[in-house]
């Protein structure tokens, strides 16, 4: 069996969705498959108007901004299981998400400073996860996750009465989570029951930012490790 779906937004900028899924089963086997693609894309235009007094003066600041996005998105997922016995079967299943080209642009227009902000980022994301059942009351099972996210944003500072000033930064994530599983029970008779097992966990996080000006210093970059065992 199947199914096929599709989805569009009007506006300013269009927006829309197509996939689908499949599945099918016997007596042993069944699987399942996904599919989906989605376009996002927004645009705002926001004006703000703030007053401030300061010393009994009054300041109007005023900010006409324009916000824009755009998107591409895939997820998928793909699983299969086996049914040997009433007791007995192994799950596998893969499932994905992908941005491999976000884009945004973000202009500011003001009685006192303009700015511009364009950034473009890719993220990823896999997991793969394995479980069985046996009919003697073993049960095992492995889940791995694959995170990856970067980014690099180009800003632009241009004071009425300073001076201009322009920047960037790249900045990423790298995520590794594994997770193992082990159980069994036994069966002693008259109602009596023995359980045990073993878990795993291992987390790696790599998180950074650095700043690139030859006015910011390094003291501004960042670059956080994790190794997380539990």
């Known amino acids: 069996a199947g199914q096929l779906h599709a989805a569009y937004e009007g506006g300013y900028y269009n927006s829309w969705r197509a996939g689908g899924n499949l599945a099918g089963s016997t007596a042993k086997f069944s699987f399942d498959a996904m599919y989906d693609l989605a376009r996002m894309r927004s645009m705002l235009e926001p004006l703000t108007t703030t007053r401030h007094t300061v010393d009994g003066q009054l300041y109007e600041i005023t900010q006409k901004q324009s916000m824009a996005s755009d998107n591409l998105m895939h997820n998928m997922r793909v699983g299969g299981s086996w049914i040997p016995s009433e007791k007995s079967r192994i799950d596998i299943a893969y499932t994905g998400s992908f941005l491999p080209s976000g884009k945004g642009d973000l202009q500011s227009e003001g009685n006192h ?22 009919g003697f009351g073993l049960s095992a099972g492995a889940d791995y996750t694959r995170y990856r996210t970067t980014s690099r944003q180009e800003m632009s500072v241009e004071p009425v009465d300073g001076t201009p000033s322009e920047f960037a930064i790249d900045a990423g994530q790298r995520i590794d989570r594994l997770s193992l599983y082990l159980d069994q029970q036994c069966d002693l008779g008259r109602s009596w029951k023995l359980n045990g097992g073993a878990r795993f966990s291992y987390i790696h996080d790599d998180d950074y930012q650095y700043y690139l000006s030859d006015a910011m210093t390094g003291d501004l970059d960042t670059d956080l490790r994790l190794d997380e065992y539990t």
């Open 113 to 134: 400073v303009d700015s511009r902000s364009q950034i473009e980022d890719n993220q990823a994301m896999h997991n793969l996860s394995l479980s069985a059942q046996t």
